[in-house]
């Protein structure tokens, strides 16, 4: 298995623009997990999906910020209009049942 | 304020030394997690102790688990240089909830 995968890598978008940060679970786990980390506020938990389902929103900052995972391989955290504050790396992590996370490498957004 | 909370802040030592790192939490637990973080890059999972454990151990890591003061420790034996990195605890709920604390930089020097 190639582990999480997300893309883009780097985004780079201006104040105002929609973004789309994109995310592929291990295959077989049925938890995903959105983290945004930044030197300020550290690793904040977003939201989670347990088997497709939206679990726990409470992290998601604002309205601006919506989750989707429409499947059980694929799920997008989407962010409509973006601001300067959102610049973050974005990480994505799935597991199995309560074993631990598996991380992707990150989206690094950085909104101007 | 965030669940799970390191000590210290950073750490610095000498290759061969053991680097032992705590977090404290402040809520029941399902498990609790350690992770690694080099710079730039995503979290790598160390090791998961579940909240009727009291000790695991894997390789050159000792993880330790106290209920009653909500604490945990890392121990790294014979550190090395390559142990180098940031070093988190996540709280998992029973409802599967996880909450990180805001990291141990370690250092190790050769």
């Known amino acids: 298995d190639a582990g999480v995968i997300q893309s883009p890598r780097h985004e780079v978008t201006e104040m105002g623009q929609e973004v789309t940060l994109r995310c592929k679970p291990i295959?077989?786990?049925?938890?995903l997990f959105w983290y945004r980390q930044t030197m300020m506020r550290g690793l904040e938990l977003l939201i989670y999906?347990?088997?497709?389902?939206?679990?726990?929103d409470s992290g998601m900052p604002e309205d601006r910020f919506s989750a989707k995972m429409p499947n059980a391989s694929f799920s997008t955290l989407k962010i409509q209009p973006s601001e300067p504050r959102d610049s973050a790396v974005y990480f994505c992590?799935?597991?199995?049942?309560?074993?631990?996370?598996?991380f992707g490498s990150g989206t690094r957004l950085t909104v101007v | 304020s965030q669940q799970g909370e390191e000590d210290p802040q950073a750490l610095s030592i000498q290759e061969g030394e053991n680097a032992t790192m705590n977090c404290s939490y402040k809520?029941?637990?399902?498990?609790l997690q350690w992770y690694r973080q080099n710079s730039g890059r995503g979290l790598v999972h160390l090791i998961l102790?579940?909240?009727?454990?009291r000790e695991k151990h894997s390789g050159r890591l000792r993880v330790t688990l106290d209920t009653s003061k909500k604490s945990s420790s890392l121990l790294i034996t014979a550190s090395r240089a390559a142990d180098t990195a940031s070093y988190f605890c996540?709280?998992?709920?029973?409802?599967?909830?996880?909450?990180f604390g805001d990291g141990t930089t370690l250092t190790v020097k050769p």
């Open positions: 295959s077989g786990h049925n938890s």
């Open positions: 809520t029941s637990i399902n498990n």
């Open positions: 999906f347990n088997n497709n389902v939206p679990i726990d």
């Open positions: 102790i579940r909240s009727n454990e």
């Open positions: 992590a799935s597991s199995f049942e309560d074993y631990g996370y598996t």
């Open positions: 996540a709280t998992v709920t029973n409802a599967g909830k996880s909450t």
